[in-house]
């Protein structure tokens, strides 16, 4: 495996880690992955995630890229107008272009985590170089199924140990800190009004029926897909979700889905972690070298969608 960082766009602006695999392990043929910020973090990903990601698919024979978008982590801001979408968007594609120029590599697999999902979305849409795309922790619908599950939260302890081993610091933290936050409501009464993570995060969902478009038309034109969620606190909470959510799933061979049901969000866990690049990685090499997967669970269940059970189960 080999690790080096470059510098690519107009004046070499943007920044990132080109990760590539021994040469004579590469797979012939394979798409480039491309990984880039999540949120605001800089382009390691959630606990260093996508570090640990590109170098599993590293060991596979794959490429990959992860980068900083404009202005983010160590690359400079563009000086324009446009939205952040649309940044976003010319990123990526100059990302492409130098895997083209420097390494002949024309088909790609943007990964998406949370946030990052939104370009991965737009960019497999827009751009038949590429060829798969992996979303994970991305658009969910709360469906009828959803809420027939939903009470069961209340019986599931990891999801209580999840919460308090996440939310004590913070409130040890707040209570510590209640006179300040006393003196800074004040100060935005005489002020402007607070900035909310609500204000600075905002994001827009297509409508579950264009999101429901949208997935059969990637999977008609041959795109591989492969879908991650996890039930912690997030609108997901049962294996059967997203085929309620889309409809028609078993029209298309493109298509996966996995559920953890056991792991968080971000997958704080170390173990979940591991389990989530694992199964990007076995995907990818199921689906582009034709190779088994590495983990016990990883054979499909049925020809058109591979379900991978809840591992914490």
Known sequence: MIERAVAFG???????????????HSVPGAPAALMWNVGIQHRVGPYRVQVDLARELARRGFTSLRFDLSGMGDSEVRQDHRTDQERALDDVREAMALLEKRRSIGRFLPIGFCSSVDSVHAISL???????????????????????????????WMR???????????????????????????????GQPPITLATVFARQYPSRAQFGFDVHRMAARGARLLFIYVGGDTDFNYQGQF????????????????????????????????????????????TFAGA??????????RPEMSLYPDMDA
């Open 243 to 286: 085929e309620e959510t889309i409809g028609g799933i078993r029209e298309s061979e493109s298509i996966e889905v996995t559920y953890y049901g056991g792991a968080d969000h971000t997958f704080f866990r170390p173990a979940d972690r591991r389990r989530a690049v694992l199964c990007v990685a076995d995907w990818a090499t199921r």
């Open 160 to 190: 209580w140990k999840r919460r308090i081993v996440r939310k004590l610091p913070m409130w040890i933290s707040s209570v510590a800190s209640a006179p300040q936050a006393v003196d800074a409501v004040a100060q935005d009464r005489d």
């Open 10 to 24: 107009a004046g070499g602006s943007l920044v990132g880690v080109l990760t590539e695999p021994d040469p004579a």
């Open 126 to 156: 827009a751009d038949e170089r590429i060829v798969a795309a992996c979303f994970i922790e991305g658009y969910a619908y709360r469906t009828r199924g959803f809420w027939l599950h939903y009470p069961l939260r209340t019986l599931d």
């Open 292 to 301: 088994k997967s590495s983990t016990a669970d990883g054979a499909r269940s």
